[in-house]
């Protein structure tokens, strides 16, 4: 349900001439529709910069979307670096308050997409086994790697997945 990574080819932009997460939530804004396509069937566009408070603060979500097939709000958080535990904490305090404060009694609880520009599966692992609210750490591209680059990551991932598939105990199952 969650992709992972997300290509936002279609904004035309290079990585240099994003020079923040303000301007690259712009330019994702002003191709709405084909963002919509690229995070998949049921988003719907609620609110931009949602400002929330928090004690005596004033937080802002990047972006909230309602997903009307899975009945809850989907809050985005934009990062313009690779992904730190900081920035799942902070996600998750953006869900915990939308879940208290907007939640409606027959909506499902909200889900929390981190967007960065790069992860480390393990790293992502440890930061989220405690958390309670559904969150989620993907990467995002601005462009598709060129063939070569793509030959290697596809090695690299079925390396991944053959290990994993080695170390997993057998069970009647397998």
């Not at 690229?38 to 004690?55: K, P, S, T, V, Y």
């Amino acid at each position: 349900m969650i992709r992972d990574p997300y290509v936002f080819e279609f904004l035309g932009l290079k990585p240099q001439e994003v020079m923040s997460e303000s301007n690259l939530e712009d330019e994702l804004l002003n191709k709405l529709q084909e963002f919509l396509m690229e995070l998949g069937n049921g988003f719907c566009f609620e609110a931009r910069q949602r400002r929330i408070r928090i004690g005596d603060k004033y937080y802002f979500i990047d972006l909230v979307f309602y997903h009307r097939l899975l009945k809850c709000h989907i809050l985005i958080d934009l990062k313009l670096e690779e992904f730190t535990h900081e920035n799942i904490g902070q996600l998750n305090t953006y869900v915990a308050w939308y879940d208290k404060n907007v939640r409606a009694l027959d909506d499902n609880p909200p889900i929390g997409i981190l967007l960065c520009t790069e992860h480390d599966r393990t790293l992502v692992e440890y930061a989220l086994a405690s958390m309670s609210h559904e969150l989620f750490v993907s990467k995002y591209q601005l462009q598709l790697p060129d063939a070569e680059t793509l030959r290697q990551q596809i090695a690299t991932e079925r390396k991944r997945l053959e290990t994993e598939l080695e170390n997993q105990p057998l069970t009647k199952d397998t």
